[in-house]
């Protein structure tokens, strides 16, 4: 990508898109074509391609997705299944009928199945079950990557798709519905504003999770759009992963919240243990900076601000 490329990142208001602009505008690119879901509904076919037909975006970052915590996934699979799968569609098909240059699409670290070796590499995509919890949004994201696949292969797009572990970070939704890392600062800094004396927390513990920080991601993406292109998914994450409980434990400390934690194992912990092999990417020239007590309060101290 050149410093004048006319770049179009989709979902730029959400967490990971609103990080890819942070690192695009730090390196230079002020060429940047942004839409909120107010303005651009991407699950409308006709208003998207208008969009195109009007903007000849030169490069797309796909970020834009209905995403959320187990209890979202619970709540709402046809939304979860439906909008992805809509937003996905269009905007890839609009990217090969506009000839826009390379895009970069976003899947989940969910996609892999549930009872997978580790560390997860790429190529056990597809080798056994999807979690349940989560197989909606899961199968909508497989579906986008094989998609951009499909394009590279009949069309010779030039379609990229990476596979992120947990993200975290400035940006997030703070809500019951989110992800296990803003839902648990939020539910403990209430605790400790209301002086209770415990906090339930869902399933038991032990699962175990590789958490990135959002800009780390960023910068990964922007490293892969210039020099990275090929079809093969790639890998994103730390290098290392973390349990529930101990997770819990370092925000509780960040936080200072001075009660206990219940886990309640009647509600389920999904995949029993998620961290990805990121020697590929490793192995390309990038590795993650951002260690995981201060990537916590830093998205604490955001947060509270």
Request: with cysteine; aromatic share 12%.
């Amino acid at each position: 990508m050149k410093k004048g490329s006319l770049i179009y990142v989709a979902g730029h208001t959400g967490l990971v898109g609103s990080a890819i602009v942070r690192r695009l505008l730090k390196l230079g690119y002020k060429n940047l074509l942004l839409r909120t879901h107010k303005e651009l509904d991407l699950t409308d076919r006709r208003k998207t391609g208008l969009f195109f037909k009007k903007e000849f975006p030169e490069y797309v970052f796909l970020a834009a997705a209905k995403v959320g915590g187990i209890l979202a996934n619970s709540k709402y699979p046809a939304e979860f299944i439906y909008q992805n799968i809509m937003i996905q569609t269009n905007v890839i098909h609009l990217s090969y009928k506009y000839k826009i240059k390379k895009l970069l699409f976003f899947g989940s670290s969910c996609i892999y199945p549930k009872l997978c070796p580790q560390p997860i590499k790429e190529e056990y995509l597809l080798s056994g079950h999807i979690e349940p919890t989560n197989e909606p949004y899961a199968i909508a994201k497989i579906v986008g990557i094989k998609m951009c696949q499909s394009y590279n292969k009949q069309y010779g797009t030039d379609f990229i798709s990476v596979v992120p572990a947990n993200i975290y970070g400035p940006g997030d939704h703070f809500n019951d519905e989110g992800h296990v890392i803003p839902n648990l600062i939020r539910r403990f800094y209430e605790a400790k504003r209301k002086k209770e004396k415990s906090v339930t927390i869902w399933g038991t513990g032990k699962p175990r999770r590789d958490f990135l920080y959002v800009d780390d991601l960023s910068d990964a993406c922007i490293f892969l759009m210039n020099g990275y292109r090929g079809s093969e998914i790639i890998n994103i994450g730390s290098g290392s992963d973390i349990s529930i409980a101990e997770l819990a434990q370092i925000i509780k400390k960040i936080v200072g919240f001075k009660g206990t934690i219940i886990y309640d194992g009647t509600k389920p912990d999904g995949m029993p243990k998620r961290l990805l092999d990121i020697s590929k990417i490793t192995t390309l020239g990038w590795k993650p900076k951002m260690r995981l007590e201060r990537g916590l309060r830093l998205t604490y101290e955001w947060w509270r601000s």
